[in-house]
């Protein structure tokens, strides 16, 4: 019994990393745009197709190292997908900037069909899932009686050093200041001079790169990948931030592992539950929505109006 | 008095014309019509993909040349306005020839009969979003409820769809309802991710409620509607002359669309209507005076997924199968798109904006699966650059008794002895 | 401009208070207007003016203490928002609130017909009886309209975001005199307004007050408060710390020193 429970622990730390990465973008975005960016999710596909691209040139060029082309497939991954994310800043959104919400909320939806479908159509059997590489799936250690998975340990600190970096980002330099500014009053930002179009287009490069790492990470765990798999992350991710705070960069960062300790939750305790856990995060977020929506971190603020 | 006059041009006039003046405008009206109906008739005709893309980039281009031609457009609207009645017999009467003119291609018509469908599901929608302003990202929970409803309705208690098909609205009123409740405490983003997780969830509920919507095996074998016996698939022959079934349904689909015309035109008219574009416009100034917020999102909320599940019924017992996966995000996001893409709270727009996206894709099959990148590059681009729709929503100017205003204007003269050109008017 | 001393009390706050997380915006507040009178409200920013508004309008709860209104001394906290306006009180907003796509005329529609239910039946089979009234209706906002002459009227069948400033704070008043309120708010009603368009809403003001509606007003132009109110409130930090005649409260130490700090007081 103990060594489920450090099981389903391990687990919810590992898919909790992914969960905060992507919602990190959320948050973010967010704040600098209030913008929900549902081609988010579709950033994180992408992130999954880059790092199996990596791989496939890296067998190519004959590299064996399984830790190096890991790397690479982070670094590749993060730097296209900031690459998109900035360009559909600069395509998408910045036209509609300041629109009603619908306009933004229909432009980001449309910006994530154009993805997925773009990656379905001219990827390679785009349409079939892939089996992603991951060098190390089969190795595990013992620890007591507790099996622990390589890959496991390793996203789990991966994911912590990435969000602690972001945080030292956000919290110490003047690009988190920047950001975090714009976040809080946009026009006053502005007005203290400070280039509002390039925080964005930094935000989106931030973002959307940790996204490219979660898809990474996405592949090495669960070893496939899809075109159509980005919606469902993106409906975690947003729950995260949503639980978080919407907008409160700190308090994405646990709102992951909030999410995930309630999938690892349903599935242990509920019988089918696994069917069910998708319903059970949803609820998590109307739910946050409707009676904390300022988050789980901070009180309920008064009502306005 | 200079403002009597500018009063006297909003106000509708009597109608001064003369027989023959009368006569020379309705047939230029009409012929009007005719002459678009016929382009629509030969594009949806259209197989050729080339031919396809070519008589798009066409309607591109009329749409930005209209909009660039002011003159052509008052031209049309005052001649609208001026015939209203008459426009729209000569356009019923279009819509009813239609499938006439496609006899020996059924496919057509039940194409017909789909975008009647959705123009009642996209008008159920615009009275939640349109008229109320209450964003709802989730409207296939209530396609799936009327359809799941009706049709099982039918296939388990035999029911006749005359009766599902109300009590499938109702069912879908009843899922608005529900989620009226944690949506009246939410607004703008968090409005839409609420209603985006419903659809989520409901989805997700379709496809594990095996003993209610049989899962992902779907609603199979659903009977079509029928009248004193004689079922909807077998087509009435006059004479020689045997007319496909899809022409039932086709006819069943406009009716119930021209009726949902009816009550969204007397919904907005209304009251009620007001009122909702009131909470649209600010929700705070409505309640303080006086507008029941909360019992009007309710109203909007279940009147739109009524129709929603109106549409649900009619499109499970012409199609016959039920399945979850026609109630999934991407659905809502069509209907969301429609009403967008219409201009929203225009209703006509809407129903342009239903029929324009359940063609379009159909006639662009040889493209295959490139078309949904191609929607949502569209979707995009309008978003962009008209994101207002097709025919926004213009004030509807009501028609007023001009001596009424022009006697208070004469009575009170009081502010006009102010000097003019004051810096009176400071524009914001 | 000899105000009525034996006139009733037409709202009273009583020991109202409103904490905002910590920040007592309205502070052991009591009050009472008079009916028939025009009272005006002064003070620094941030001294509660606007909250004692919202509170009054049932936009927040208070946090305690009771705003009681009319001779029933009905307590407006028990109150929905949406039931107020059908008390007698109507307000317009310093930050202003129209409709903007909906057109002048609605605008005032809305604001008279809005407690009488707009049922769902009626709205589909439109009887006789409804035509009429809606008609009624429409007659009775034109007259409204007129009362800012050929300014408001002349645009009636525009949507209100096409009028000029000082227009659309002339249609929030005649929105509020639509729904015939016994007490009307007006918060900052000459914001942003030149000296003769001020002078123009004093007129306004005087004329509403002349058809028999109470008036409680927030502002800060001390002309428009001398030239038009009866009795005056001074703020200061979320509770009254001066009332009486325009010269009386101007002249108070206490408003003194909350305009100009303690040392200008002192001196």
């Given at each position: 019994?103990f060594?489920?429970w450090?099981?389903?622990l391990?687990?919810?730390l590992t898919?909790?990393g992914?969960?905060t990465?992507?919602?990190v973008?959320f948050t973010?975005?967010?704040?600098?745009?209030?913008?929900?960016?549902f081609?988010h999710?579709e950033?994180?596909?992408?992130g999954g197709f880059?790092?199996?691209v990596?791989?496939?040139?890296?067998?190519?060029l004959?590299?064996e190292?399984?830790l190096?082309?890991i790397?690479?497939?982070?670094?590749?991954s993060?730097?296209v997908?900031?690459?998109i994310?900035?360009l559909m800043?600069?395509f998408?959104?910045?036209?509609?900037?300041g629109m009603?919400?619908?306009?933004m909320l229909?432009?980001?939806?449309?910006v994530?069909?154009v993805?997925r479908?773009?990656?379905?159509e001219?990827?390679p059997?785009?349409?079939?899932p892939?089996?992603f590489y991951?060098?190390?799936k089969?190795?595990?250690?013992?620890?007591g009686?507790?099996?622990?998975?390589?890959?496991?340990?390793?996203?789990i600190l991966t994911s912590?050093v990435l969000?602690?970096a972001?945080y030292?980002l956000?919290?110490k330099t003047?690009?988190?200041?920047?950001?975090?500014?714009?976040?809080e009053d946009?026009d006053?930002?502005?007005?203290?001079?400070?280039?509002v179009d390039?925080?964005?287009?930094?935000?989106?490069f931030l973002?959307?790169?940790l996204?490219?790492?979660?898809g990474?990470m996405?592949?090495?765990?669960?070893?496939s990948?899809?075109?159509d798999?980005g919606?469902?992350?993106?409906?975690?991710?947003f729950?995260?931030?949503?639980?978080?705070g919407?907008?409160?960069i700190?308090?994405a960062?646990?709102?992951?592992?909030i999410?995930a300790a309630?999938?690892?939750?349903?599935?242990?305790?509920?019988p089918e539950?696994?069917?069910?856990k998708d319903?059970f995060?949803?609820l998590?977020?109307?739910?946050?929505?409707?009676?904390r929506?300022?988050?789980?971190l901070?009180a309920p603020?008064?009502?306005v109006? | 008095m200079?403002?009597?006059?500018?009063?006297?041009?909003?106000?509708?006039r009597?109608d001064t014309r003369?027989?023959a003046e009368k006569a020379r405008?309705r047939?230029?009206l009409?012929g009007?019509?005719?002459a678009l109906?016929?382009a629509f008739?030969?594009?949806i005709?259209?197989?050729?993909?080339?031919l396809?893309?070519?008589?798009?980039?066409?309607i591109?281009?009329?749409a930005?040349?209209?909009?660039?031609?002011?003159?052509?457009n008052?031209?049309a609207r005052n001649?609208?306005?001026?015939d209203?009645?008459?426009?729209?017999l000569v356009l019923?009467a279009l819509?009813v020839?239609?499938?006439f003119?496609?006899?020996?291609?059924?496919y057509?018509?039940?194409?017909?009969?789909?975008?009647?469908?959705?123009?009642?599901?996209?008008?159920g929608?615009?009275?939640?979003?349109g008229?109320?302003?209450?964003?709802?990202?989730?409207?296939?929970?209530?396609?799936?409820a009327g359809?799941?409803?009706?049709s099982?309705?039918?296939?388990?208690?035999?029911?006749?769809f005359?009766i599902?098909?109300?009590?499938g609205?109702?069912?879908a009123a009843?899922?608005?309802?529900?989620?009226?409740w944690?949506?009246?405490?939410?607004?703008?983003?968090?409005?839409?991710?609420v209603t985006?997780?419903y659809g989520?969830?409901?989805n997700l509920?379709?496809?594990?409620?095996?003993?209610l919507t049989?899962?992902?095996?779907?609603?199979i074998?659903?009977?079509?509607?029928s009248?004193f016996?004689?079922?909807f698939?077998?087509?009435?022959?006059?004479?020689d002359?045997?007319?496909?079934?899809q022409?039932?349904?086709?006819f069943l689909?406009?009716?119930i669309t021209?009726?949902?015309v009816?009550?969204?035109i007397r919904?907005r008219d209304s009251?009620?209507?007001?009122?909702?574009?009131?909470?649209?416009?600010d929700?705070v100034?409505?309640?303080?005076?006086?507008v029941?917020?909360?019992?009007l999102k309710?109203i909007?909320?279940?009147?739109?997924?009524?129709?929603?599940?109106?549409?649900g019924?009619?499109f499970?017992?012409m199609?016959g199968?039920v399945?979850?996966d026609?109630?999934?995000l991407?659905?809502s996001i069509m209907?969301?798109?429609?009403?967008?893409?219409?201009?929203?709270?225009?209703?006509?727009?809407?129903?342009?904006?239903a029929?324009?996206?359940?063609?379009?894709?159909e006639?662009?099959r040889?493209?295959e699966?490139?078309r949904m990148l191609l929607?949502?590059g569209?979707?995009?681009?309008?978003?962009?650059y008209r994101?207002?729709?097709l025919?926004?929503n213009s004030?509807?100017r009501?028609e007023?008794?001009?001596?009424?205003?022009?006697t208070?204007?004469?009575e009170?003269g009081?502010d006009?002895?102010?000097a003019?050109?004051?810096?009176?008017?400071?524009?914001? | 401009?000899a105000a009525?001393q034996?006139a009733a009390?037409l709202?009273?706050s009583?020991?109202?208070?409103k904490?905002?997380?910590g920040?007592?915006a309205v502070n052991d507040?009591?009050?009472e207007?008079?009916?028939?009178?025009?009272t005006?409200i002064?003070?620094?920013n941030g001294?509660?003016?606007?909250?004692f508004f919202?509170l009054?309008?049932?936009l927040?709860?208070?946090?305690?203490?009771?705003i009681?209104?009319?001779?029933?001394r009905?307590?407006?906290?028990?109150?929905?928002?949406?039931k107020?306006n059908?008390?007698?009180l109507?307000?317009t907003?310093?930050t202003?609130?129209?409709?903007?796509?909906?057109?002048?005329?609605?605008n005032?529609?809305?604001?008279m017909?809005s407690h009488v239910n707009a049922g769902f039946?009626?709205a589909?089979?439109?009887?006789?009886?409804?035509?009429?009234?809606?008609?009624d209706?429409e007659?009775?906002?034109?007259?409204?309209?007129?009362?800012?002459?050929?300014?408001?009227?002349?645009m009636c069948n525009?949507?209100?975001?096409?009028l000029?400033?000082?227009n659309?704070?002339?249609?929030?008043?005649?929105r509020?005199v639509a729904?015939?309120?016994?007490?009307?708010?007006?918060?900052?009603?000459?914001a942003?307004?030149?000296?003769?368009e001020?002078?123009g809403?004093?007129e306004?003001?005087q004329r509403i007050?002349?058809?028999?509606?109470t008036?409680?007003?927030i502002e800060?132009?001390?002309k428009?408060?001398?030239?038009?109110?009866?009795?005056v409130?001074?703020?200061d930090?979320?509770?009254?710390i001066?009332?009486?005649?325009?010269?009386?409260v101007?002249t108070h130490?206490?408003?003194?020193?909350?305009y100009l700090?303690?040392?200008?007081?002192?001196?």
């Amino acid at each position: 019994m103990f060594e489920t429970w450090i099981q389903q622990l391990v687990n919810s730390l590992t898919i909790g990393g992914m969960y905060t990465l992507v919602a990190v973008g959320f948050t973010l975005f967010f704040g600098v745009l209030r913008l929900i960016n549902f081609a988010h999710g579709e950033v994180f596909m992408l992130g999954g197709f880059t790092g199996l691209v990596v791989a496939w040139l890296a067998e190519d060029l004959g590299i064996e190292s399984g830790l190096l082309i890991i790397f690479l497939m982070f670094v590749f991954s993060m730097a296209v997908c900031a690459v998109i994310g900035a360009l559909m800043e600069r395509f998408a959104y910045r036209p509609v900037r300041g629109m009603p919400v619908l306009i933004m909320l229909v432009t980001s939806l449309a910006v994530g069909i154009v993805v997925r479908e773009a990656v379905k159509e001219f990827f390679p059997e785009g349409a079939n899932p892939h089996a992603f590489y991951s060098p190390f799936k089969y190795d595990s250690f013992n620890l007591g009686s507790v099996v622990l998975d390589y890959t496991q340990i390793g996203l789990i600190l991966t994911s912590i050093v990435l969000v602690y970096a972001v945080y030292l980002l956000v919290a110490k330099t003047w690009v988190g200041r920047a950001m975090r500014a714009t976040s809080e009053d946009l026009d006053a930002a502005r007005m203290m001079g400070i280039d509002v179009d390039i925080v964005i287009r930094n935000t989106f490069f931030l973002g959307s790169a940790l996204g490219g790492v979660a898809g990474v990470m996405n592949g090495l765990l669960y070893l496939s990948i899809r075109f159509d798999m980005g919606w469902v992350m993106a409906i975690k991710g947003f729950t995260a931030a949503v639980v978080g705070g919407l907008g409160n960069i700190y308090g994405a960062m646990f709102g992951g592992y909030i999410v995930a300790a309630v999938e690892v939750l349903v599935v242990a305790l509920i019988p089918e539950g696994s069917r069910y856990k998708d319903v059970f995060v949803f609820l998590l977020l109307i739910g946050v929505l409707v009676f904390r929506p300022s988050g789980l971190l901070r009180a309920p603020e008064q009502k306005v109006g | 008095m200079p403002e009597v006059d500018f009063i006297d041009t909003q106000v509708a006039r009597e109608d001064t014309r003369t027989l023959a003046e009368k006569a020379r405008d309705r047939l230029a009206l009409g012929g009007c019509q005719v002459a678009l109906f016929a382009a629509f008739l030969v594009g949806i005709a259209l197989e050729d993909a080339i031919l396809v893309t070519g008589f798009l980039l066409f309607i591109v281009a009329g749409a930005v040349g209209w909009g660039r031609m002011p003159k052509l457009n008052s031209w049309a609207r005052n001649h609208l306005a001026r015939d209203k009645r008459f426009a729209q017999l000569v356009l019923l009467a279009l819509l009813v020839l239609f499938p006439f003119v496609f006899l020996d291609n059924p496919y057509l018509i039940h194409l017909g009969a789909l975008a009647a469908i959705f123009a009642i599901m996209a008008l159920g929608l615009n009275i939640t979003l349109g008229f109320c302003g209450l964003l709802d990202v989730g409207f296939a929970v209530y396609f799936a409820a009327g359809a799941y409803a009706s049709s099982q309705l039918a296939v388990i208690f035999d029911v006749s769809f005359w009766i599902g098909l109300p009590i499938g609205g109702l069912t879908a009123a009843f899922f608005g309802f529900l989620v009226a409740w944690p949506a009246l405490r939410v607004s703008d983003h968090y409005l839409a991710l609420v209603t985006l997780g419903y659809g989520l969830i409901m989805n997700l509920l379709h496809r594990n409620f095996t003993f209610l919507t049989h899962g992902t095996d779907g609603v199979i074998n659903i009977p079509p509607p029928s009248i004193f016996g004689w079922d909807f698939v077998t087509p009435i022959e006059i004479g020689d002359l045997e007319l496909p079934f899809q022409m039932n349904f086709y006819f069943l689909a406009l009716i119930i669309t021209v009726l949902t015309v009816f009550v969204s035109i007397r919904l907005r008219d209304s009251n009620l209507g007001r009122q909702w574009e009131a909470i649209r416009e600010d929700e705070v100034a409505a309640r303080c005076f006086g507008v029941n917020v909360r019992r009007l999102k309710i109203i909007a909320f279940s009147t739109g997924a009524f129709f929603g599940g109106i549409g649900g019924a009619v499109f499970a017992h012409m199609i016959g199968f039920v399945h979850p996966d026609n109630f999934v995000l991407l659905t809502s996001i069509m209907i969301l798109a429609m009403v967008i893409i219409g201009g929203m709270g225009n209703i006509a727009g809407v129903v342009v904006g239903a029929v324009a996206l359940t063609l379009i894709p159909e006639r662009l099959r040889e493209f295959e699966d490139l078309r949904m990148l191609l929607f949502g590059g569209a979707l995009v681009l309008i978003m962009i650059y008209r994101p207002q729709g097709l025919f926004p929503n213009s004030r509807r100017r009501r028609e007023l008794q001009a001596e009424k205003i022009n006697t208070l204007i004469a009575e009170s003269g009081r502010d006009d002895a102010e000097a003019p050109g004051l810096p009176d008017e400071v524009k914001v | 401009m000899a105000a009525d001393q034996t006139a009733a009390t037409l709202l009273a706050s009583e020991a109202l208070t409103k904490n905002f997380g910590g920040v007592l915006a309205v502070n052991d507040l009591s009050l009472e207007v008079r009916e028939g009178e025009i009272t005006a409200i002064i003070g620094p920013n941030g001294s509660g003016k606007t909250t004692f508004f919202n509170l009054i309008m049932h936009l927040y709860d208070a946090t305690s203490g009771q705003i009681l209104f009319g001779g029933e001394r009905r307590n407006l906290l028990d109150l929905p928002t949406h039931k107020i306006n059908a008390q007698g009180l109507a307000r317009t907003f310093q930050t202003l609130r129209l409709f903007p796509n909906l057109t002048v005329l609605e605008n005032v529609l809305i604001a008279m017909s809005s407690h009488v239910n707009a049922g769902f039946l009626s709205a589909l089979v439109k009887p006789k009886s409804l035509r009429q009234q809606d008609k009624d209706a429409e007659e009775k906002a034109l007259e409204t309209l007129s009362m800012f002459g050929a300014r408001l009227i002349s645009m009636c069948n525009e949507p209100a975001s096409s009028l000029s400033y000082a227009n659309r704070r002339r249609l929030e008043i005649a929105r509020c005199v639509a729904s015939q309120p016994r007490l009307i708010l007006l918060d900052e009603p000459v914001a942003g307004m030149n000296p003769t368009e001020t002078r123009g809403v004093i007129e306004d003001i005087q004329r509403i007050h002349e058809k028999g509606h109470t008036v409680l007003l927030i502002e800060h132009d001390m002309k428009l408060v001398e030239g038009v109110a009866h009795r005056v409130f001074a703020f200061d930090h979320g509770t009254k710390i001066a009332e009486g005649s325009f010269r009386d409260v101007s002249t108070h130490p206490a408003v003194i020193e909350a305009y100009l700090g303690k040392r200008a007081a002192r001196h």
